[in-house]
């Protein structure tokens, strides 16, 4: 089925492990989103791409890696986890960066570093 | 920069009661206006939106006025029910593509039957 799908749904890991969550959109947007979500923060952007290969930092990049090698997927990599990026986080993929175009959702990945 | 500001939550109503979630903005320009709504265990989905000054937005019995004078896009509807519970999230879409797409802290809502 054509969207945007975002795995695993949850998952727990250690403080100091390197953690990648994964985002895949099967409608070929351009653009594709990183947030976070915390009780009191709301949604935080952590990164952006605007195309394939092209990436940029977003409120709160710190700890975060990204890429864009194909235009399909965006994963977000934790390099070295700390508790304070427990956390859901949401991918999102839009088609342009028009007045008209709405961000479409995945369904998040919880995240638990213990 | 740009920045959202919403009504804090949660917020508690009976059902068939007037619904208003305040929101206003800081932007360049005329920014695009959205709201999205989360339902529990889901991501966020687009609710409903308008593009310049005076348009209004609506969807599913809300609505929303892009109000330029006082930069703000209240969301409304006039009688909720338990199935509006979720979480609201008002959205400037800014014109300038350095700018970064930055949501609102969300509103909760709890409609009680």
């Known amino acids: 089925d054509a969207g945007i799908t975002q795995s695993p749904r949850y998952k727990i890991t250690e403080t100091g492990r390197q953690v990648t969550l994964m985002c895949h959109q099967t409608?070929?947007?351009?653009?594709m989103f990183w947030y976070r979500q915390d009780l009191g923060h709301g949604l935080r952007l952590i990164y952006y791409s605007a195309a394939a290969d092209i990436t940029d930092k977003g409120e709160v990049p710190d700890g975060y890696v990204v890429s864009r090698s194909k235009t399909e997927n965006f994963p977000l990599t934790l390099e070295s986890a700390t508790r304070s990026q427990t956390s859901v986080y949401f991918c999102?993929?839009?088609?342009?960066?028009?007045?008209?175009?709405?961000?479409?959702f995945g369904n998040g990945t919880r995240l638990t570093v213990t | 920069g740009n920045s959202v500001t919403q009504m804090e939550g949660p917020v508690t109503l009976s059902e068939e009661a007037f619904l208003t979630i305040n929101c206003t903005y800081t932007a360049t320009g005329y920014p695009s206006l959205f709201w999205y709504v989360q339902y529990p265990g889901e991501g966020l989905q687009l609710l409903l939106k308008?593009?310049?000054?005076?348009d209004k937005g609506s969807n599913k019995g809300f609505e929303a006025t892009y109000r330029k004078e006082t930069t703000s896009f209240h969301l409304e509807k006039g009688s909720v029910q338990v199935s509006d519970s979720a979480v609201y999230f008002c959205?400037?879409?800014?014109?300038?593509?350095?700018?970064?797409?930055?949501f609102g802290k969300g509103t909760r809502l709890h409609i009680l039957p």
């Open positions: 959205a400037p879409l800014p014109k300038n593509r350095d700018d970064k797409i930055i």
């Open positions: 999102a993929s839009s088609d342009s960066f028009s007045y008209n175009s709405p961000l479409h």
């Open positions: 409608w070929s947007h351009s653009y």
């Open positions: 308008a593009t310049k000054a005076d």
